[in-house]
């Protein structure tokens, strides 16, 4: 069965990174800017399915090949949860990634991603109150807005994101798929108190492990701004 305990588990464990006193006043000062940086995104509210989903592949894709492939230094990992980073080039971004093997199956995966609700048990961080769907372009594409509260001295911040929940083929494997990123839509103005961010790429894969079939391996894999 899927527990509570071993997604926010994971998801708490992937936010387990180095950060020392300098990158912490540095993410500080930043704290009012983050709202005006834009970053590569792109106006969902009037873009068309097919340019969606064709944006979407690409960058999960490219999220997958460097989910497997990716130059990673080992984090603190605990409690099954490995733990890895890496500094994306030309920024001081870290793109963070946490492992863990899940008593669940593909499919059973697959719907509890799907169901946006599960994000409050997903990160303890979700306010869902303050969150919620903004389009449903297809059973599998949607656009979703949401909220997370963060520790003492940050201010709360939202993103809106578009959103691909799928079973691909990769590396002739099968893989779950459940990722967004960052885009912008005119239906979601700034609310009052939070700072809007921008996520590059994040969400969850995973596959069966090949000695325990009804388990798989889930990644869960965040870039934000």
């Known amino acids: 069965a899927i527990t509570a305990g071993g997604f926010c588990c994971c998801v708490k464990k992937c936010s ?14 930043a704290d009012e ?10 106006a969902a509210g009037s873009s ?20 497997f492939d990716g130059p990673w230094k080992q984090g603190k ?11 994306t080039e030309g920024t001081s971004l870290l793109t963070v990634k946490g492992e863990a093997d899940i008593d669940a199956g593909m499919e059973e995966l697959a719907a509890y991603f799907m169901d946006f609700s599960n994000m409050a ?10 969150s919620g769907e903004v389009a449903a372009l297809s059973p599998k594409y949607h656009i979703y807005h949401g909220s997370f509260r963060l520790p003492r001295l940050f201010s709360p ?11 691909i083929t990769y590396r002739d494997k099968k893989v779950g798929v459940s990722f967004g990123w960052g885009v912008t839509d005119e239906r979601v103005p700034p609310q009052k108190k939070f700072v809007r961010a921008h996520m590059d790429v994040g969400g969850y894969f995973w596959y069966p492990l090949a000695s325990e079939p009804s388990r798989c391996r889930l990644m869960y894999v965040i870039r934000v701004d």
Do not use: H
Request: with cysteine; hydrophobic share 45%.
């Open 16 to 29: 387990e990174v180095p950060v020392d006193d300098a990158q912490a006043a540095e993410m500080a000062r």
């Open 33 to 42: 800017a983050a709202a005006s940086q834009s970053g590569d995104t792109a």
């Open 48 to 67: 068309n399915l097919d340019d969606l989903m064709a944006v979407t592949e690409k960058q999960y894709v490219a999220c997958l090949d460097l989910a």
């Open 77 to 87: 990992g605990k409690e099954g949860v490995d733990t890895f980073y890496v500094k």
């Open 121 to 130: 048990i997903s990160d303890t961080m979700f306010i869902p109150e303050k």
């Open 157 to 167: 911040r939202d993103f809106v994101w578009a959103a691909c929940d799928d079973i």
